[in-house]
């Protein structure tokens, strides 16, 4: 079996700072890593994923994320956050198989302060 | 081109009603998944097809849910016998393989509220 654990379900920021959101995941089988963005009112969207290879990972809008085996995390990681980065973000795994459900996190509410 | 889609987006339903949700993948797409969103969580797996076929149901959490894709194209999820527990966001997601690493779209999911 799978879990998904997102430590902090609010992270307050101001706007242009650096942030990291945490993530940690337990499997007994190998997993692809993914993390997902639900902005208000609208579907979850792919920000990223880890599928094999450089452990380091970037996304969309300026989203990169680092896979540490060891630790089994797969942090979420923002040089500089906008306004616009307020959002619901899903850390999540899908075991090695075919198209096999994909097992998310509680989230994290991302809120940018001005 | 069209992404997922869902209807209705909203639903209000009397506790012991039936309720049809139905999700319109992207076409071609081979697999389908619906999860369902309580408030404040993350999303749960429910059910998964592979063309009409039906391999995963393993999520749905009793007999009163039911879930079907008869054509491989169009799916609706049925809930028989509404309970206010399962008020939730049901969304649905299509993938173009059968293959765990290929990205899942999601639609925008159907809120729904049991009184």
């Known amino acids: 079996a799978q879990s998904v654990t997102q430590l902090d379900s609010q992270v307050p920021v101001f706007e242009e700072a650096p942030v990291e959101l945490r993530c940690n995941y337990s499997?007994?089988?190998?997993?692809?890593l993914f993390w997902y963005v639900q902005y208000p009112n609208q579907g979850l969207q792919l920000l990223l994923k880890y599928l094999s290879g450089s452990t380091l990972v970037k996304g969309i809008n300026g989203f990169e994320a680092e896979f540490n085996k060891s630790q089994t995390s797969f942090h979420l990681r923002k040089p500089s956050v906008h306004i616009s980065d307020t959002a619901e973000y899903f850390c999540?795994?899908?075991?090695?198989?075919?198209?096999?459900?994909?097992?998310f996190g509680s989230g994290t509410r991302l809120s940018i302060r001005p | 081109g069209a992404g997922v889609s869902q209807s209705p987006r909203y639903k209000v339903a009397k506790r012991g009603q039936d309720v049809a949700l139905r999700c319109d993948p992207i076409?071609?797409?081979?697999?389908l998944f619906w999860y369902q969103q309580a408030l404040g969580q993350g999303p749960e797996f429910l059910t998964y097809f592979q063309n009409e076929a039906q391999l995963d149901k393993s999520g749905l959490p009793s007999d009163r849910f039911f879930a079907e894709r008869p054509e491989g194209s169009v799916s609706t999820l049925k809930i028989q016998r509404t309970q206010q527990e399962d008020s939730a966001v049901y969304l649905c997601a299509s993938s173009a393989l059968a293959v765990s690493s290929y990205e899942q779209y999601f639609g925008p999911g159907t809120r729904l509220t049991v009184t």
């Open positions: 999540a795994v899908s075991p090695y198989s075919s198209a096999s459900k994909i097992i």
């Open positions: 499997s007994s089988v190998s997993v692809y």
């Open positions: 076409s071609g797409h081979v697999s």
